[in-house]
């Protein structure tokens, strides 16, 4: 038989009852005053475990961290933070003598890429194709 939940309007009591479902609807007598209670809406917490953490139910594949909803487990935290619930960083700003040495070191990797491949040498030092000058073959009559 299943079990229900009643309040006692005059104890302001909330007890629990088991009957029979053709009963469920009609008051049961409180046990403090013997007066009739009538029916409440009984509520409860169901929980499951799954990968070793405690899941609510029903299951939306989500995680609980510190109380709040994320999607995936935390593998590294710094601090006590989960990395969906950190703030972003602010970008890093660069600096005018910054973008000047990059576009400067951009500039002499071209300027030197075209000079090796003018003369033929590879990046790695090795002379290319292009340097090597192959001598026809002689023809012998």
Request: with cysteine; glycine share 6%.
């Amino acid at each position: 038989m299943p079990l229900y939940e009643y309040y006692c309007q005059h104890c302001h009591g909330i007890f629990e009852e088991i009957r029979q479902i053709r009963d469920a609807s009609a008051p049961a007598p409180c046990p403090e005053c013997s007066r009739e209670a009538p029916r409440i809406m009984s509520s409860f917490s169901a929980f499951t475990m799954r990968e070793g953490y405690p899941r609510r139910i029903p299951d939306k594949g989500t995680y609980w961290h510190m109380g709040r909803e994320v999607k995936k487990r935390a593998k590294t935290m710094v601090g006590h933070m989960h990395p969906e619930l950190a703030e972003p960083k602010p970008p890093r700003h660069i600096s005018r003598g910054e973008r000047v040495a990059t576009a400067d070191k951009a500039m002499r990797d071209r300027a030197d890429a075209l000079y090796k491949d003018k003369w033929g040498v590879m990046p790695d030092g090795r002379r290319s194709v292009k340097a090597k000058k192959i001598k026809p073959a002689r023809k012998t009559i």
